[in-house]
């Protein structure tokens, strides 16, 4: 079945910082690619994705990148916000339809 | 639109009692997914159903947990006996359909505190 690293566990940034969240998965056929924002006591949301057939996707403040021969796939935060703070979560998603998701990064922005 | 609606928020029970989980999808999701959520880790697959059958429970530890979708709309997630290491979030998510790698809308899970 899939697997899904990510890297880092914990990232702690100045506001307005850069934050780089990176993830590599190991099924070839995975071609869905979503990141969710986890806030405390609360489920995961969708904040992008991206699919095979397109390397990089921008959406205001962020950013996803995604190199399919590498199977690699990264989430770009600019002008980080203390209201960034949480747990960002990377999926990887094919043949079977069913995300795997990675262990998590917990993003802390100090003001 | 209401989003997915999961009860009760928090539940504390002894080891080898029982718990039942409820979860009532977004309107029109034929798609429903349960997953269990350990402190510090990502979501993991318990079981997905497409409208009120089951497509993979390949990871849900049959002897002790059940799940159900009757009518396709609401679903059930029981654990019997409880283990300390059930101790998690138990999210339920939806989506529109299977088969085009849709989203996934996730209530807020229930917390359960095995003692």
């Known amino acids: 079945g899939e697997n899904v690293e990510q890297h880092p566990s914990t990232l702690s940034v100045q506001e307005g910082d850069s934050a780089v969240i990176k993830c590599t998965y190991s099924?070839?056929?995975?071609?869905?690619f979503p990141w969710y924002k986890q806030e405390l006591g609360k489920g995961p949301q969708l904040i992008i994705d991206i699919r095979s057939n397109v390397g990089e996707k921008k959406d205001q403040r962020i950013a996803v990148t995604l190199n399919k021969t590498a199977k690699h796939f990264s989430l770009h935060i600019t002008e980080t916000q203390p209201e960034d703070s949480a747990v960002y979560f990377c999926?990887?998603?094919?043949?079977?339809?069913?995300?795997?998701f990675g262990r998590g990064t917990s993003l802390i922005v100090h003001p | 639109e209401a989003g997915v609606a999961q009860s009760p928020r928090y539940k504390i029970i002894e080891k080898r009692q029982s718990v039942a989980f409820w979860c009532n999808p977004i309107s029109g999701h034929a798609t429903l997914y349960w997953y269990q959520q350990i402190l510090g880790q990502g979501p993991k697959l318990l079981i997905q159903f497409q409208n009120n059958g089951v497509v993979d429970d390949s990871q849900l530890p049959k002897d002790r947990f059940s799940a159900e979708r009757l009518k396709g709309v609401d679903s059930t997630l029981k654990i019997q006996p409880a283990k300390l290491e059930d101790s998690a979030v138990y999210l339920c998510a939806s989506s529109p359909r299977q088969g085009n790698n849709s989203p996934l809308h996730f209530g807020n899970g229930t917390r359960l505190t095995v003692t």
């Open positions: 999926a990887a998603s094919g043949g079977s339809y069913i995300p795997t």
């Open positions: 099924d070839s056929a995975s071609n869905y």
